[in-house]
Structure formats: C-alpha cells, structure tokens
C-alpha cells in the first residue's frame, strides 16, 4: 500500500513547475511506483496560455477549482470547464488550456510518467522507460 500527502511531496522532486511558471504539478503517483497509472495534482494560472499535446500519452482531467477554456487544436472545438467538468484525451489531441481564475486539477496519465520528463517544444512529453517497481 502507498500512502502519501501532497504536503509531504511539496518541495521534492515531485513538485514541478513549468519554465514559464504557468503551471505547477505534484506528481503524487509515478512509473516508479509500479501501478500503471501516473496520477497528478496540477494548478494552472490564471490568465495564462498553455499548450500541450500528449503524443505518447493518455490523459484524464478532473477539474476541481476554477474556470477556464479548453481548445482542441486539431478541430477548433471550444469546451467551457468549471469544477466538476472531466475531459479525457484519448486521441492525443494538441489542445490549449486557458485558465480564467487558477484552475486545479486531478489528472491521470497512461503510460505513467517518470518525473522525468520535460515538455518539448511542441508541448509533447517523450515516452520515457519506466523502472520497475522494487
């Protein structure tokens, strides 16, 4: 069983926030962990302009504080979120994250992620390797 705070993560190597300070993300759950499943705590400022494509990856959001506006890059849809609002992107869609006021989030990633990874310069987090759980 694993059992952890989001206070005990602050501060670590978990604790990661983007090159631009848009975003901060608290990696509660890793590869590393062995479970299959990467599962994050992330918070997006407001007012901010955020891009991502998760080209190896799948991603759940769970919305739990704030409002803001979500663009899928490859259609142009338009999607309004607030707390409670979940968008899955199953077909690794290019999608623009526009917070109106901080927006919280719980996501989950498949493959997990490592900790290790550094978006690139088309948001994409590379398929890095994931040790195994020992």
Same mark, same amino acid.
């Given at each position: 069983m694993? @059992? +952890?705070t989001? #206070? #005990?993560i602050t501060g670590t190597d978990r604790d990661v926030t983007s090159a631009d300070g848009n975003w901060r993300s608290k990696r509660i759950v890793l590869g590393g962990d062995g479970v =299959? &499943? $990467? &599962?994050?705590e992330t918070t997006i400022r407001a007012g901010s302009v955020n891009e991502f494509h998760y080209a190896n990856h799948v991603e759940a959001v769970w919305l739990i504080e704030g409002d803001g506006i979500l663009t899928d890059l490859d %259609? =142009? #849809?338009v999607h309004e979120l607030r707390p409670g609002s979940m968008y899955l992107l199953d077909g690794h869609e290019r999608h623009r994250v /526009? *917070? @109106?006021t901080q927006m919280r989030m719980l996501c989950v990633f498949n493959p997990p992620v490592t900790g290790r990874e550094v978006h690139d /310069? %088309? =948001?994409v987090y590379p398929l890095v390797e994931v *040790? $195994? +759980?020992g």
């Open positions: 694993i @059992v +952890r989001t #206070e #005990e =299959g &499943f $990467s &599962f994050h %259609n =142009g #849809e /526009e *917070p @109106v /310069e %088309n =948001g *040790p $195994s +759980r």
